[in-house]
Every structure is written in C-alpha cells, then in structure tokens.
C-alpha cells in the first residue's frame, strides 16, 4: 500500500490553464505538507496544513490554493498557470504538526510542465 | 533558522562504509538532526534522526558531535542503489516544518 500517493505523476499544460494535484495519505497523519522542487533541485516548502487547518503558507502565489476535504487529503489547486511553475511538487505527510521528532513520508512527485 | 553545510558531492566504491558529514554549528539544544536522501526521480525518503546520542537503525547510522554542532551520516556498505542526494536538515525556528539545502549528491562507484 502506498503511503502517500500524488495524482498525476506527470501534467503537461499550456500557460494560462487551471489545473489540480490530488494527495492522499493512509498513514493516519494529522499533518500534510506541499513542496516545490524546481530546476536546480532545490525543495522548498509551499503550504502545510494540520488537521484541514492551514498552518504555513511560505509567501506562495495566490495562484496556488490547497484544499484539504479531510486530514487524510491535500490537493493544490493552480491558477493561471505560468511557465515559471514547471516543476516537480511533492506531497508529504508526518504524525505531528512539525517533523521534529519524527518522520515525514513524501510522495513521488508530479512533475508540471507548463508549455 | 538554524542551518546546515554539507559538501556539494561525495564518492564511494560499492561495500565500502561512506561517512556523510554536516556541520551545523548554530544548531539549537532542542533541535533534532533530521537525515533524508532522494533517489532519482523519486520523493525524499527518511532515513535517520538524532537529538544528542548517536542513534543507528537498518539503513544507517547517526554519529553526532558532543558539542552537536557536526554530525556524520554513516552507510556501513554502500550499494549502487544507496546513489541519492543526502540531506541534512534541522527544523526552522517554529520546529514545524523541513528546510532542504542542497544536500549532498553521494555516487557510488562498482
């Protein structure tokens, strides 16, 4: 069983269209988290949420609006898609509200080209 | 936030021990010392965490610095498969969330 699992792996749209990214956790984690890694490998936090309550958004466009229907999904909803968001954007989960003392378990991935 | 500093790339010979260093010098005494590396083309995958003691599990050890301001990934025998970007991480001053630098990129040579 997959433990956290990002749909689709691979999306290639044209600039100006509005697209999603589902995840989904069986972990039972409380926590879920949206990264960003572009070009130069770089992973930078996007957005975190525990228990379907926003707790960082690190200066990420208005563009971009997670959902979080129930603690076990955070999907990424992205507006007005612009060449600059080709990327590759992982979903995460961990048990509490911060990977201090724990694990956290990431996604595959989607990788977004925006054409 | 505290922040770490590891070399850009390392190489290693398949089965022989690799030591993975990170210096972390402005590391706070409640901050955990958090390892992850990244496979091609997949997520970050956790592989170890320590707070003072040196700490082992069944992919890696952990040896941390007495003053903790370096510590030392340890692979006991590498594999062509162990080839990644190895990451050590500290939590940001909130402790609620994982800063990635730029790791360091381990080959592992047959």
């Known amino acids: 069983d997959t433990a956290v699992s990002q749909t689709p792996k691979y999306l290639v749209t044209q600039m100006g269209n509005d697209k999603s990214i589902k995840c989904e956790q069986n972990?039972?984690?409380?926590?879920m988290y949206w990264y960003k890694q572009d070009s130069k490998k770089f992973l930078k936090i996007m957005f975190s949420?525990?228990?379907?309550?926003?707790?960082i958004n690190e200066t990420v466009p208005n563009r971009f609006s997670p959902k979080s229907p129930d603690k076990a999904h955070l999907n990424l909803h992205i507006n007005s898609l612009e060449l600059g968001d080709s990327a590759v954007y992982f979903c995460?989960?961990?048990?509490?509200?911060?990977?201090?003392?724990?694990?956290?378990?990431f996604g595959q991935g989607t990788r977004l080209t925006v054409v | 936030d505290a922040k770490t500093t590891q070399p850009n790339s390392m190489e290693s010979n398949e089965e022989e021990p690799v030591h993975l260093p990170c210096n972390h010098s402005t590391i706070s005494g409640t901050d955990y010392i958090h390892w992850y590396r990244q496979l091609p083309s997949q997520g970050p995958e956790y592989v170890i965490h320590g707070l003072t003691s040196n700490v082992n599990n069944r992919m890696a050890s952990l040896a941390i610095a007495e003053d903790r301001k370096s510590s030392t990934l340890i692979l006991h025998r590498a594999t062509l498969r162990d080839a990644a970007v190895y990451y050590c991480?500290?939590?940001?001053?909130?402790?609620?969330?994982?800063?990635f630098g730029g790791g360091t990129r381990l080959m592992v040579k047959p």
């Open positions: 991480i500290l939590p940001n001053n909130a402790g609620n969330m994982l800063t």
């Open positions: 972990l039972g984690h409380d926590t």
């Open positions: 949420y525990n228990n379907k309550e926003l707790i």
């Open positions: 995460a989960s961990s048990q509490v509200p911060g990977p201090m003392n724990t694990e956290a378990f």
